[in-house]
C-alpha cells in the first residue's frame, strides 16, 4: 500500500497536499456548532470556543489537577513528565483513564458532539493529557504537526482526528499560549531525519526530530501569520491534527494550565508506523480494543 | 561606608526602599519629553517612545548589523556572545565604541537628551550591545533588575542609569518582547546567594544568582501586572536601572533585534564591586577614564 504521507524518509522535505476532508460533514441547521464556526474551522484548521465551560466547573477541574500534581503516586509512572530543568510535573498522559472527573470531562457534549459532527464518525480518546506548564520558566514547545508524528510513529492512517485543549488558567499572548499557524493543516509538510529508537521518551520533553525546516515555518508565517489561542479559562480550542502549532516558553508566574484530549474517528484506527520499528506506548495513542466516546450533557 | 543595597548577602532577600530618585529634575517647559511621559516614566519605572526612528534610519541600523552578525571577525572575541544552544550570536557588546553608526546612535539627541534631562547630569555609555535574539528558539532571559547585577559585580553606586532599547524588528506579544512589571523600580529585591568566580561568563548566557525570588515576582506581577515593550521597529524603550524586567524564549520566525544602550551619570562611577571579588571586565561596565556623552541632532 502506498503511503499518502511519506516523512522522515531520508533528506526529502516536500510540502505535499492533503489527501483529506478536513470537516468529514457538511453544515447543517442541526449542527452542534455555527455555519460561521463550521467555515472557520475548515478555513483556519482551529476554533476557538470561548467560555465554554463556568468558572465552577474551572475551578472543579483545577482543584483535580492541584490534587494530581501534588501527589501524582496514584498514577502509571510512565504517564507523568516532568519539565526538562525542574522536577516540576509538566503533563500527565492518559488522564481519562486514571481519574473519574476527566473521564467524564472527555465526553462532555459541548466538545464531544462537535468532533463527532465534524468527522462524521463516532470517535475514541486516542490520547489524553493535563499538561500544567508551570510558570517561572515552563518550557517552549517548537512548531509541528500532530499529525506528522502520529502517522509515522503510531500509524495513524489519515486525517481524520481532532485535539481539543480545555484552557484551565488563563491564557494570554505572554504566558506561553498555544500558537497556530492558520491554513498550514491543508498541506503535509515532509520532515527530514529518520525516527530514532524510543523517539518518544526524549521528544515529549523537546522535538527535534519532526520538526518542519526553518524555510517552510517562515514562508507559512508570513503568508497567514501566526494566531495565539488566548481566552479566560473555560475556552476550549480545538484544532485539526495537521494543522502546524507551538508554543514559547514562560517565564512570568502565571501556570498556563489545560486538559488536552485527542479525538480520532473509530474507522481511523491505527495500523503499524509508517516510519518508526515500533509503535510508541498505549498512554501515547490508544490501540487495540477502544471504546467509542458517548456524549454526556 | 555602609552599602545602601546590600544583596547577595547568603539567605536574606528583603524588599528594601529605593533611596535614590527617579528623575533627578523636575518636568519643565523646555524638557525634551512632554509632561506626562515624565510622570510616566517615574511611575512605571519604563517609558515607550514609539516610531522615534523613521524606517530609512531602522534599514540602514540593520544592514550594519546584518554585515556585523555576518562576519564578526573584526570585533573583540569576548564582545561577541552565542545562543546557549545554538551557535547563532546572541549579543556583541561594546557596540559604541566598535563601530562607527552605533557610536553615532548613542549619542542621538532624541534619546541621549532625554536621559541627560531625566538624570540632571552629564551621562556617558555605561554598556552597550546589539541583541541579535534569533527566531527558531531565541532563549528567554529570566527576571531581574539590572541595578542588582552592576551594584553587586560592578560597584555601580547609586540609582542613577537608564536604558534606552532602539528596536530594530517589530516586537509583537508573541516573539519574547522585553515584559516589564511597572512601579518595581520603587523598591531594592535583595537576591540570595553569592557571587561565583567569573560570574558574567554564564549569566550573560543565563541568569541563575542575582535573580528575585519567585514569591516577591508573584506579588509584584499580581500588583502591577506584566507590560510588555511591543512596538514597530524605530520605536525607543527607556527604562529605570532598578526596573525588573525579563524576556520569554522566540520559536516563531521572527527575530527580536534591538541596540541597547546604557548610560550611566557621571557623577555616579563605579567604586569597588559591592558583593563580589572582582569587577566585570570593561566591556560590561565601563570604567577608568569615561567620557561624557555629546548629544548629536
Known sequence: MRDAYPSRQGTTAETLPRQ?????????????????QHAAFERDGFLVLRNLFDAEEVAALKTEMASLLNDPSGLEDETVVREPKQDLVRSIFRIHAQNALFHRLAADGRISRIIRHLLDDDVYVYQSRLNYKPGFGGQEFYWHSDFETWHTEDGLPRMRTISASILLTDNTPLNGPLML???????????????????????????????????????????????????????VVL???????????NITPDPRSNAFFVYNAMSNQVTEPFAATSPRPHFLAERGSVTAVTPVE
Open 20 to 36: 483529506d476532508a478536513i470537516a468529514y460533514a457538511p453544515w447543517h441547521a442541526h449542527a452542534p456548532l455555527t455555519r460561521e
Open 181 to 235: 499557524i492558520p491554513g498550514s493543516h491543508r498541506n503535509f509538510i515532509q520532515c527530514r531525519g529518520e525516527t530514532p529508537e524510543n523517539n518518544y521518551r526524549t521528544s515529549l520533553r523537546k522535538q527535534e526530530i519532526g520538526v518542519p525546516d526553518q524555510h517552510t515555518l517562515t514562508r507559512l508565517a508570513d503568508e497567514a501569520g501566526i494566531v495565539p489561542a488566548t481566552g479566560k479559562a473555560g475556552t
Open 239 to 249: 484544532f485539526d491534527c495537521n494543522t502546524l502549532h507551538g508554543s514559547n516558553g
